[in-house]
């Protein structure tokens, strides 16, 4: 089994809809992360989590939000979709030092 | 600003030659940590070497090596003996003391057999 499971995998909604991506791990990691790839803009970081009571806004948290149910799940929701939010999503899972861990992804796409 | 640039859009490499893979970073940050990832046409992103900014020594992970400069603010991916299956898009990354982190828009690899 996957030690970042994000689901779905992949999505295909439309405008004004309102989407949840989730992301569960069995790492034990207190750290949680979102992130968006673009085509040849890498990945930008949305928002991440250090512990259950604890978020913070990354590089681009503007039309996203978070919650943190539990130290092992942390979801991402789209409160009204907009086509210029389709994209790759990840999420990842790190210690307080060390790499992160990513999920395979969801792709979403909002026509 | 805290910016990370790739400048290699795409590489190609022979098989089981040497390849580098440029990455220069800005911060004014004392302390932060350099992470290189592979994303395989598959799309996962797998975690392949970190450096720390208080490393004196090079870091190293079997193939793969981190050719830090700190003083130009660079941290080069160096592949030795590519494969094949070396193939595909290398991201640059840093963490910051404000704990964002920043990635490079990615160099897509090609070993060629």
């Known amino acids: 089994d996957a030690d970042v499971t994000q689901t779905p995998r992949n999505r295909i909604t439309k405008t004004g809809k309102r989407i949840m991506l989730e992301c569960s791990q069995t790492?034990?990691?207190?750290?949680m992360y979102w992130y968006r790839q673009d085509p040849g803009l890498g990945l930008r970081l949305i928002y991440y989590?250090?512990?259950?009571?604890?978020?913070n806004k990354g590089e681009i948290s503007d039309g996203y939000s978070v919650s943190r149910q539990a130290q092992a799940k942390f979801s991402l929701s789209l409160e009204s979709a907009i086509p210029n939010q389709t994209a790759l999503y990840f999420c990842?899972?790190?210690?307080?030092?060390?790499?992160?861990?990513f999920g395979d992804g969801t792709r979403l796409s909002i026509l | 600003a805290q910016k990370i640039t790739q400048t290699q859009p795409g590489m190609f490499v022979q098989e089981k030659e040497a390849v580098t893979l440029d990455c220069t970073y800005d911060?004014?940050?004392?302390?932060?940590?350099l992470f290189w990832y592979k994303q395989p046409s598959s799309g996962e992103m797998i975690f392949l070497i970190y450096?720390?900014?208080?490393?004196?020594q090079n870091a190293t992970e079997g193939r793969y090596s981190l050719n830090f400069q700190k003083a130009r603010k660079s941290a080069n991916l160096v592949i030795s003996a590519s494969q094949l299956g070396d193939s595909a898009m290398y991201f640059c990354?840093?963490?910051?003391?404000?704990?964002?982190?920043?990635f490079g828009a990615g160099t897509r690899l090609t070993v060629k057999p």
């Open positions: 990842a899972t790190s210690a307080r030092t060390g790499p992160q861990h």
């Open positions: 790492k034990g990691h207190d750290r």
């Open positions: 989590s250090f512990d259950v009571k604890d978020i």
């Open positions: 911060t004014s940050d004392q302390s932060y940590g």
């Open positions: 450096q720390g900014s208080y490393d004196e």
């Open positions: 990354a840093m963490w910051l003391n404000n704990n964002d982190m920043r």
